[in-house]
């Protein structure tokens, strides 16, 4: 359904992707991964066209997307991350919009839009101006408009960021049934445990490259031999307790990946068990009081900080 093939991009002087390649079955469902920065949303913008690689190709369905730009984008539908709605209008006035800025028009309007409506969970809202809508609902509805025409491949840029829980999980089931019907998807995601839910397979960007891709099994294989351990400090000065434990840790060891999160602080070791021990010890040492020690097993988030170095919000 697609295949990107070695996409290079610079902005001035500073190159921004370094030849990312990479190929989706029809019906996959795909999780792009990467810190701000990362090259994630250039990326985004050549695979629908809205951006020009320096060089490289994309097809989609069989269609380059250089040549035959137009018949390619039809194939695709994008849920952008901010909100592409006319505020004035209806619901349904905004999914008619696009019905017809798709080029499509006939029979099928009224249905398709009823059915939209439905997938979305709106159809009691569909005369109510978009303008009075939560968040939430108008994530829903900007899904709709994505969605309306049926695309073989949706590409969705943090479609859940602000909302509350309940529009959350809508939209999660949503995108779990457009991919049990077939249709190919991309979904970019700062929340680990949406991707963990929603993809078979995930790449994992950072300085403008895929440095790692595959399922969870054989990414989670990445760190097979590194377990985090997560030191909860009680912070009664501010940063002062944090400071002073990152650098005994960094004394005892300064080879290891320190990240920092609030008032914890994490660290990857091929022994935990030993390495925990001594650190409680020092710790305690230096009179900061321990909420809690933890040793955790690798999950997606675990090898995400691991290859990256950063919190995924740096």
Known sequence: MLIVKDIKKNYEN??????????????????????????????????TGLIRAASGTVTIGGKDLNKETKHAQQLIGI?????????????????????????LKGKELKSRVQETLELIGLEDRANDKVKVFSGGMKRRVNIGCAILHRPKLLIMDEPTVGIDPQSRNHILETVKTLNSEGMTMIYTS?????VEYL???MAIMDHGSIIAMGDQRELSELVENQREIIFTIKCEHGQNEIDRVRQYIHEYDPIKE?????????????????LLSRLIQGVTALNVQIISAEIVEPNLENVFLYLTSKKLRD
């Open 190 to 194: 700062h929340y680990m445990e949406e």
């Open 79 to 103: 849920v952008p991350q901010e909100i592409a709605l006319y505020l004035h209008l209806t619901a349904k006035e905004n999914l008619m919009f696009w019905w017809r800025m798709y080029g």
């Open 199 to 201: 993809c078979e397979r």
């Open 258 to 274: 320190i990240v920092v999160q609030g008032n914890q602080i994490k660290i990857f070791d091929q022994h935990p068990q030993q």
């Open 14 to 47: 500073k190159q921004v992707l370094k030849g990312v390649s990479f190929q989706l079955k029809k019906g996959e469902s795909f999780g792009l991964l990467g810190p701000n920065g990362a090259g994630k949303s250039t990326l985004i913008g050549i695979m």
